[in-house]
């Protein structure tokens, strides 16, 4: 089931409504409160769509409360260099395993990189093959992108892939759909700093360590896709300051799949 579709009925009842009520052929008061319930509807399911926490559309992990303190770092975009080198260093100078959401076709012009990521014993999942918002994607461009992108992350990588991130975390009924029957679990987060928008390495550590909470799934950015021109350096420094912290409050570093295994 399509969500896009959905709420383009919604709008057209609400306004089938107003233009009903406008002529009079119901009562005004019956029909602005049709366009209304219409309106909020739509807006409350697009709602559930875009928040990371929600799995009101399938199942989406985003936590794992029972892991104790357990978390586990994320990475979106990538590979994407030097960053993601950078990275690399720190995580192995550190001893922390992460988790990779690579875009395939960044992944196809690094493959040293996503060698270099499995031989350090780091996880890697898929964020898509192209960086899309899959909410306007028809089924089968869903498909071609998820089982293309699958394809090549395994090959690149050696290992098989079960974790998917959607573009945006955006998700509905056809999203979680097309991932299962690719074989693939949604994982959005629980602990988002918008290292994105590069806000300063202290405000990034401030965001991260104010919302931390045992067995969090915390989103980082190694990458820029698909824009492919901003830094991460303020990321890559926020990495050792966090780890560091978090590590001093007994925090403990895992991948996805091992986050998700814990307390089973």
């Known amino acids: 089931m399509r969500l896009i579709y959905i709420i383009g009925l919604l709008t057209v009842i609400g ?46 992990v985003t936590h794992n409360f029972a892991a104790g303190k357990n978390v586990a770092l994320t990475f979106d975009d990538g590979p994407y260099p030097p960053y993601t080198d950078e990275l690399l260093k720190i995580l192995e100078q550190r001893k922390v395993k992460a988790t990779f959401f690579m875009v395939a076709e960044n992944a196809e012009k690094h493959p040293e990189l996503v060698a270099k990521i499995a031989a350090q014993g780091h996880e890697i999942a898929l964020h898509a093959l192209k960086h899309r918002d899959f909410l306007k994607l028809s089924l089968a461009e869903q498909q071609k992108d998820i089982a293309a992108g699958k394809r090549i992350l395994e090959k690149l990588s050696g290992q098989k892939i079960t974790l998917m991130r959607p573009p945006h975390g955006f998700r509905d009924w056809a999203v979680i759909d097309t991932l299962q029957k690719n074989g693939l679990t949604a994982v959005n987060w629980s602990v988002i700093p918008r290292d994105w928008t590069n806000p300063g390495v202290s405000v990034i550590v401030d965001r991260i360590m104010e919302q931390m909470h045992p067995g969090a799934i915390i989103l980082l950015h190694d990458g820029d896709s698909p824009k492919y021109v901003a830094s991460r350096e303020e990321t890559i420094q926020a990495v050792s300051v966090i780890i560091d912290k978090l590590r001093a409050e007994g925090y403990n570093f895992v991948t996805v799949n091992e986050l998700m295994q814990k307390g089973e």
């Open 15 to 60: 306004t089938g409504a107003l233009w009903c009520g406008w002529y009079g052929m119901v009562r005004r008061r019956i029909a602005a409160m049709l366009a209304a319930v219409s309106i909020l509807a739509g807006g409350v399911l697009l709602l559930l769509a875009v928040l990371p926490d929600y799995s009101f559309y399938g199942t989406t």
